[in-house]
């Protein structure tokens, strides 16, 4: 089965960083696009960034534009969400995404979820 493990949550002040990673596994696992969405207490879950299975085509939502960058290393796998500036209202339980499409920004695109890494940034 496909299994999709996020990495690399925490607690940060605003102004700084993190790296976010996402491992996919099983042989069944064929994607065309890999991403994050996010999720903040009282809110729906939504989309932040995404890839296509390649690697290229990065696409992002307009919040974290310039701050936020996904990149995957095609060779060994994991899906990367490098978070610089975070703010507060980046605090949300960040999910990897997965899906059979090329485009994957809404929920019903998604076809494979991780479980999860929480991301709280203090004021």
């Known amino acids: 089965q496909v299994q999709l493990v996020e990495s690399g949550g925490g607690l940060v002040q605003a102004g700084g960083s993190l790296r976010l990673s996402c491992a996919a596994s099983g042989l069944t696992f064929r994607t065309q696009a890999m991403g994050w969405f996010r999720q903040a207490p009282g809110k729906e879950r939504a989309f932040v960034a995404g890839?296509?299975?390649?690697?290229?085509?990065?696409y992002y939502t307009d919040s974290v534009k310039g701050r936020f960058t996904i990149s995957r290393n095609v060779a060994k796998n994991p899906v990367y969400l490098q978070k610089n500036g975070l703010k507060p209202d980046d605090t949300a339980v960040y999910y990897c995404?997965?899906?059979?499409?090329?485009?994957?920004?809404?929920?019903?695109?998604?076809?494979?979820w991780g479980q999860g890494t929480q991301v709280t940034v203090s004021s």
């Open positions: 995404a997965g899906s059979s499409g090329r485009i994957m920004t809404m929920t019903w695109d998604v076809n494979y």
């Open positions: 890839i296509v299975w390649s690697g290229g085509n990065p």
